[in-house]
């Protein structure tokens, strides 16, 4: 049975694979909790979205915070994708994982800092999104300092509502981010006014796991609207960067990516048709999220009063996503036979109640020793791994077909102590 095409399925007789691995000898192999990421996977996503959007000049600018482990931006570099950073660090990553992909780089963000902002005018990015207006006279400064030209738009922020849960929301005035539309307008005519600025486009982002297409489409209309205005004035605006925030069938067993992206598409393209701009699009999660799992071992069996609980090797330190946003994932055994279905918990060894997996789920009885895997964890997984209660995170794996590479090894308590001093 396929679960998540083409990354996960069960064989006939009820082996999780990944690829054509069996799950169970990744767990011998690298051990437990280990995240399993499918390149199969990542490719069909950004071949979906190159697809879906053949009609115009675009770029994906695949969003690094949902997954940034090195040998995952090398896949999608070689896919010929660009990146959307929102750090020194990340931009550091990509110029590792592949050198050449700095001119597809977008760097966004409220924080950027002048050490930053050089880091990335001397690799020649694509764009800066600005965020305020006190960034756009520290890139002035920085960039006229270097000599070197920053090409930017102003990230606006469309006032759109999403449909989405409150901390991954953006596009409200009462958010942090971006800058009213109104206002934006002045930003534009200062950046004018400086030799070292390029005033190239338009930004808006909204906010992540959106799945109502509509909403992407107020939000592009209005920057569409600002586009016109701008070149009214005598801007040259050739970008549009769209942002990211697809959101993807967490609580499905399958989904229908072509058929979402294809409407994601429409909607997109409707805003911004005529406008003869290159698109800049910022996925993340659409492109990782389920191209992972987080594979995790049952340690023990618990009942209290009426109440049951699976305790198991991973937990909140190793996929936060549960815990933060109360979010949904599904977990299925990794041995797909058939047996009876139980209501528990699913929870971690952390000494939180928050330390849960899930909550009152129905699951097919899993023993003490077996294996279960939890769906969708490849964005916003692994980078939100913390060292709470002295965790180290977990061993990460990419499977190629046939073959399987550990790309970032399980951290050891060395590696936790190596920065403290008594
Ligand atoms: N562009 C910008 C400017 C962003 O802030 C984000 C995500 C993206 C692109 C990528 O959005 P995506 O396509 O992945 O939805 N930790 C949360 C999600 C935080 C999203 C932050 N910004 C979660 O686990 O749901």
Same mark, same amino acid.
């Given at each position: 049975?396929?679960?998540?095409?083409?990354?996960?399925?069960?064989?006939?007789?009820?082996?999780?694979?990944?690829?054509?691995?069996? &799950?169970?000898?990744?767990?011998?192999?690298? @051990?437990?909790?280990?995240? *399993?990421?499918?390149?199969?996977?990542?490719?069909?996503?950004?071949?979906?979205?190159?697809?879906?959007?053949?009609?115009?000049?675009?770029?994906?600018? %695949?969003?690094?915070?949902?997954? $940034?482990?090195?040998?995952?931006?090398? /896949? &999608?570099?070689?896919?010929?994708?660009?990146?959307?950073?929102?750090? @020194?660090?990340?931009?550091?990553?990509?110029?590792?994982?592949?050198? +050449?992909?700095?001119?597809?780089?977008?760097?966004?963000?409220?924080?950027?800092?002048?050490?930053?902002?050089?880091?990335?005018?001397?690799?020649?990015?694509?764009?800066?999104?600005?965020?305020?207006?006190?960034?756009?006279?520290?890139?002035?400064?920085?960039?006229?300092?270097?000599?070197?030209?920053?090409?930017?738009?102003?990230?606006?922020?469309?006032?759109?509502?999403?449909?989405?849960?409150?901390?991954?929301?953006?596009? /409200?005035?009462?958010?942090?981010?971006?800058?009213?539309?109104?206002?934006?307008? =002045?930003?534009?005519?200062?950046?004018?006014?400086?030799?070292?600025?390029?005033?190239?486009?338009?930004?808006?982002? &909204?906010?992540?796991?959106?799945?109502?297409?509509?909403?992407?489409?107020? !939000?592009? #209309?209005?920057?569409?609207?600002?586009?016109?205005?701008?070149?009214?004035? @005598?801007? =040259?605006?050739?970008?549009? #960067?769209?942002?990211?925030?697809?959101?993807? =069938?967490?609580?499905?067993?399958?989904?229908?990516?072509?058929?979402?992206?294809?409407? %994601?598409?429409?909607?997109?393209?409707?805003?911004?048709?005529?406008?003869?701009?290159?698109?800049?699009?910022?996925?993340?999660?659409?492109?990782?999220?389920?191209?992972?799992?987080?594979?995790?071992?049952?340690?023990?069996? +618990?009942?209290?009063? $009426?109440?049951?609980?699976?305790? *198991?090797?991973?937990?909140?330190?190793?996929?936060?996503?549960?815990?933060?946003?109360?979010?949904?994932?599904?977990?299925?055994?990794?041995?797909?036979?058939?047996?009876?279905?139980?209501?528990?918990?699913?929870?971690?060894?952390?000494?939180?109640?928050?330390?849960?997996?899930?909550?009152?789920? +129905?699951?097919?009885?899993?023993?003490?020793?077996?294996?279960? !895997?939890?769906?969708?964890?490849?964005? %916003?997984?692994?980078?939100?791994?913390?060292?709470?209660?002295?965790?180290?995170?977990?061993?990460? *794996? /990419?499977?190629?077909?046939?073959?399987?590479?550990?790309?970032?090894?399980?951290?050891?308590?060395?590696?936790?102590?190596?920065?403290?001093?008594?």
């Amino acid at each position: 049975m396929s679960l998540r095409p083409p990354a996960f399925s069960y064989t006939a007789r009820g082996a999780l694979h990944c690829e054509s691995v069996p &799950i169970e000898s990744l767990a011998r192999r690298y @051990g437990t909790p280990l995240y *399993v990421y499918s390149a199969a996977m990542v490719r069909a996503r950004l071949k979906a979205f190159a697809t879906a959007f053949h009609s115009s000049p675009h770029t994906i600018c %695949y969003s690094v915070k949902a997954n $940034s482990t090195l040998a995952i931006l090398r /896949l &999608i570099a070689k896919e010929r994708a660009g990146f959307d950073v929102v750090s @020194g660090g990340e931009l550091e990553r990509v110029l590792r994982s592949s050198p +050449k992909a700095a001119s597809k780089v977008v760097f966004s963000g409220v924080g950027k800092t002048a050490q930053e902002m050089e880091l990335a005018l001397r690799s020649g990015i694509l764009l800066f999104n600005v965020e305020s207006a006190s960034e756009l006279n520290l890139l002035a400064a920085t960039a006229t300092r270097l000599k070197k030209r920053a090409r930017i738009a102003v990230r606006v922020n469309p006032d759109v509502p999403a449909k989405t849960h409150p901390y991954i929301s953006t596009g /409200l005035h009462q958010h942090k981010f971006g800058v009213p539309i109104p206002e934006s307008k =002045n930003l534009y005519a200062e950046a004018a006014t400086s030799p070292y600025l390029e005033v190239a486009g338009v930004s808006v982002h &909204i906010g992540s796991q959106i799945t109502d297409v509509a909403t992407f489409q107020s !939000a592009l #209309d209005r920057a569409a609207d600002l586009v016109g205005s701008l070149r009214q004035q @005598g801007h =040259n605006i050739r970008y549009v #960067d769209a942002g990211g925030g697809l959101g993807i =069938n967490y609580e499905g067993m399958q989904d229908n990516f072509e058929k979402q992206i294809a409407s %994601y598409a429409r909607a997109v393209l409707k805003a911004l048709r005529g406008l003869n701009v290159h698109l800049l699009l910022e996925p993340g999660r659409s492109i990782v999220g389920p191209a992972g799992v987080l594979l995790t071992r049952v340690l023990y069996r +618990k009942t209290n009063h $009426s109440k049951r609980f699976l305790i *198991v090797d991973a937990a909140m330190n190793d996929l936060l996503r549960p815990s933060l946003y109360g979010a949904y994932h599904e977990i299925i055994p990794v041995s797909g036979r058939s047996r009876e279905t139980e209501t528990t918990d699913i929870v971690g060894p952390i000494c939180e109640t928050g330390d849960f997996f899930a909550r009152d789920r +129905k699951l097919p009885v899993a023993n003490e020793g077996e294996l279960l !895997a939890i769906l969708d964890a490849g964005a %916003y997984g692994a980078v939100l791994a913390s060292n709470y209660n002295t965790r180290g995170r977990p061993a990460e *794996v /990419l499977v190629d077909g046939a073959r399987s590479k550990l790309i970032r090894r399980r951290e050891s308590l060395q590696d936790q102590l190596s920065r403290e001093k008594l």
